[in-house]
């Protein structure tokens, strides 16, 4: 069954597939970051070029860190981003060698945000790890504002769908340069 809850999903992410949720402000589509075949997947289905990167959210700093050079932010810095999460904020930051580029894109960076939203909270937790997230739309299409047109755009391209509530947010998440401060969307 393709609607499947936050528990349930752990499965279909660790084999691989690709799932829908609500995010705070539009359905997202993610994966396992740790799985080229399923982010490839996923890049497929949104008809996005690797060379954008994609975000990575999670339910806490921790589950960040093994993709992320914290070494690089100094205190001040670190503190700037622990103070807008968890929440709609996505943050650059530098990133560890070894990322796969299918994340970081043609970036030396990688797009990260600690949501407060409770299903992906619920999905982090139970992967142990961050999720893979861009916005649930076909490149250049509006993202599905959900569950119904999830079903509509991408039944049978993923693997399942997490229904649920929208978070307050009317727009993308503010995206911010960790290092320097500089508000990017």
């Not at 690709?18 to 890049?43: M, R, S």
């Not at 797009?111 to 992967?127: E, G, K, M, N, Y």
């Given at each position: 069954?393709?609607?499947?809850?936050?528990?349930?999903?752990?499965?279909?992410?660790?084999?691989?597939?690709?799932?829908?949720?609500?995010?705070?402000?539009?359905?997202?589509?993610?994966?396992?970051?740790?799985?080229?075949?399923?982010?490839?997947?996923?890049l497929a289905i949104k008809k996005r070029p690797w060379e954008k990167g994609l975000i990575l959210?999670?339910?806490?700093?921790?589950?960040?860190?093994?993709?992320?050079?914290?070494?690089?932010?100094?205190?001040?810095?670190?503190?700037?981003?622990?103070?807008?999460?968890?929440?709609?904020?996505?943050f650059i930051m530098p990133i560890k060698p070894g990322i796969s580029n299918l994340l970081c894109?043609?970036?030396?960076?990688?797009?990260?945000?600690?949501?407060?939203?409770?299903?992906?909270?619920?999905?982090?937790?139970?992967?142990?790890?961050?999720?893979?997230?861009?916005?649930a739309n076909h490149s250049g299409e509006e993202p599905a504002m959900s569950h119904e047109e999830?079903?509509?755009?991408?039944?049978?391209?993923?693997?399942?769908?997490?229904?649920?509530?929208?978070?307050?947010?009317?727009?993308?998440?503010?995206?911010?340069?960790?290092?320097?401060?500089?508000?990017?969307?």
């Amino acid at each position: 069954m393709l609607e499947q809850a936050p528990a349930e999903v752990k499965q279909v992410i660790e084999s691989g597939g690709v799932v829908a949720y609500p995010t705070e402000a539009v359905y997202g589509l993610g994966c396992d970051p740790d799985n080229d075949a399923a982010i490839t997947k996923l890049l497929a289905i949104k008809k996005r070029p690797w060379e954008k990167g994609l975000i990575l959210v999670a339910s806490d700093y921790q589950q960040l860190l093994p993709y992320i050079d914290d070494s690089q932010l100094t205190e001040e810095q670190r503190e700037r981003v622990f103070s807008k999460w968890p929440g709609p904020f996505t943050f650059i930051m530098p990133i560890k060698p070894g990322i796969s580029n299918l994340l970081c894109g043609s970036f030396n960076s990688l797009a990260v945000r600690v949501s407060d939203h409770p299903t992906i909270q619920a999905i982090c937790q139970q992967l142990g790890k961050p999720l893979v997230s861009t916005s649930a739309n076909h490149s250049g299409e509006e993202p599905a504002m959900s569950h119904e047109e999830i079903l509509a755009k991408f039944e049978g391209e993923i693997d399942a769908l997490v229904a649920g509530s929208l978070g307050e947010q009317r727009k993308p998440s503010t995206i911010i340069d960790a290092i320097s401060g500089k508000i990017l969307r």
